[in-house]
């Protein structure tokens, strides 16, 4: 029997992303178009010149020019156009179901309304899961380099909107600003009954990760590859079957791994951590889900049941209801099957 090929069984599998900012699918060519709307101005010339930019040794350097991109989004119509891009470039990749993250901060600090960027971002959402199918939750993001009386203040404004949030999260300049700073927001989030994550163990130490756990009571790690460091948080995070939502193409390129060969994904799946694969800031990072999956695939040599595995790990750690989990895994199970 003809077997297709690796590339070809990525596309094909219906896929999740759980770890994704919006405003990190912002793609130059979509930029240029915004801002000349918006008569603003990018200190680039051209997308030729913005694009030769996105070389970044750490995670600082790539926040910086993110946010600067983020600067021409005024209006509601943006974010509704960022929003459906995205989508639509997902959906020809099969991804069925996304959980994304927004940074409402990055946003009202310039004088943008909270209402018109979440507003933007829903309509989009609505209109995905009517003409794509993509089923949706959204997360709002806190960045963790302003202070928790921000963050508070945020909160504060998604609460006539927790039909449409789900869930807080931790973003932005992680060393020195650990989830501890924000246990007193995150308590309150939790009382008003959002479901919360956070960014931790990219670049700050194990000891985030247990405090996003033991502190913020996350029900997901974002990132979480420093994990490895400490034996103990590892037995853990498989114990509690507690999701890493790992992001390939953003580590190599904010050069939290020297190369996809040195990948910590194998590892994490031989210590029975439920790792997930996803795409982080794809604009910016050279690709969005099938690109992660097929740069891990290649480099790491990982067989199609492997690739099965991480993608139904993905389902697991979702918010889908256990029907729409199970529905989804059975899927997956069949075209591993077949294919
Ligand atoms: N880490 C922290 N903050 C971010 C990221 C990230 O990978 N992407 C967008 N904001
Ligand atoms: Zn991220």
């Known amino acids: 029997m003809d077997t297709i090929s690796v590339e070809q069984f990525i596309q094909g599998i219906p896929k999740v992303e759980l770890h994704l900012h919006i405003e990190g699918t912002f793609e130059p060519e979509l930029m240029f178009e915004i801002a000349k709307r918006n008569n603003k101005k990018i200190e680039y010339t051209s997308v030729e010149e913005l694009k030769k930019a996105y070389s970044f040794n750490n995670l600082q350097e ?72 993509i089923s949706y939750k959204l997360i709002m993001s806190f960045l963790r380099h302003l202070d928790e009386a921000s963050a508070f203040e945020t909160l504060q404004h998604a609460l006539p909107y927790k039909d449409w949030i789900s869930a807080v999260g931790l973003d932005s300049s992680e060393l020195g600003n650990p989830p501890s700073k924000f246990k007193r927001v995150f308590t309150k989030a939790r009382e008003e009954g959002f479901l919360t994550v956070a960014h931790a163990g990219e670049e700050g130490p194990s000891e985030y990760i247990w405090e996003a756990l033991d502190l913020l009571k996350v029900t997901r790690i974002d990132h979480g590859n420093r994990c490895l460091d400490d034996p103990k948080l590892v037995t853990k995070l498989a114990d509690m079957q507690m999701p890493l939502t790992v992001c390939p193409l953003s580590n190599l390129e904010l050069k939290v791994v020297p190369d996809l060969k040195d990948h910590p994904i194998p590892t994490m799946m031989d210590k029975n951590i439920l790792v997930t694969v996803n795409s982080d800031d794809p604009a910016y990072f050279g690709g969005y889900m099938n690109e992660n999956y097929l740069g891990i695939a290649n480099a790491l040599n990982l067989s199609k049941q492997q690739i099965t595995t991480l993608v139904k790990n993905s389902f697991k750690a979702s918010w889908l209801s256990d029907q729409e989990k199970e529905k989804r895994i059975t899927q997956v199970e069949t075209y591993f099957q077949n294919n």
């Open 62 to 133: 790539f926040l910086d020019i993110y946010y600067a991109g983020a600067n021409v989004l005024i209006k509601e119509q943006d974010f509704y156009d960022l929003t459906w891009a995205y989508l639509k470039k997902v959906h020809e990749q099969n991804v069925v179901h996304v959980e994304i993250f927004f940074d409402p901060q990055t946003h009202t600090d310039r004088g943008v309304n909270f209402d018109t960027v979440i507003k933007g971002i829903h309509r989009a959402l609505v209109d995905g899961k009517k003409q794509l199918g």
